[in-house]
């Protein structure tokens, strides 16, 4: 089965950093897009926010609220992507997944979306 562990998120002042890493079982991790959304208070499945993206040829978008303080990286030899979040503020807290679009061994054929089970940060003014 196809999993995506995030871990890596606490309560942290702001100003302060954290790191979130995502370990992928399952999925073809090199022909994978992987990418960091978060979903704010109150905010519904469907509006989570893109805040990084890495695709399996290694380019990289930042949503515009974090460009500059979060550095998004990938392992494809240990099958995790890592988020650093420095200089946070209070509207980064959210909770935060892992996604992962491409084919898995179970569908190699296929692309798909799967997503962790999420990782909450907190940051407090």
């Known amino acids: 089965q196809v999993q995506l562990v995030e871990s890596g998120g606490g309560l942290v002042q702001a100003g302060g950093s954290l790191r979130l890493s995502c370990a992928a079982s399952?999925?073809?991790?090199?022909?994978?897009?992987m990418g960091w959304y978060r979903q704010g208070p109150g905010m519904q499945r469907e509006q989570r926010e893109l805040?990084?993206?890495?695709?399996?040829?290694?380019?990289?978008n930042y949503g515009d609220s974090v460009t500059g303080r979060f550095t998004i990286s990938r392992d494809n030899t240990q099958n995790t992507v890592t988020l650093q979040m420095n200089n946070l503020k209070p509207e980064d807290t959210a909770v935060y997944f892992c996604?992962?679009?491409?084919?898995?061994?179970?569908?190699?054929?296929?692309?798909?979306?799967?997503w962790g089970q999420g990782t909450q940060v907190t940051v407090s003014s």
């Open positions: 805040v990084a993206l890495i695709t399996d040829g290694g380019d990289i």
């Open positions: 996604n992962a679009r491409g084919p898995s061994y179970y569908s190699p054929t296929t692309y798909r979306d799967y």
């Open positions: 399952g999925i073809m991790f090199s022909k994978n897009d």
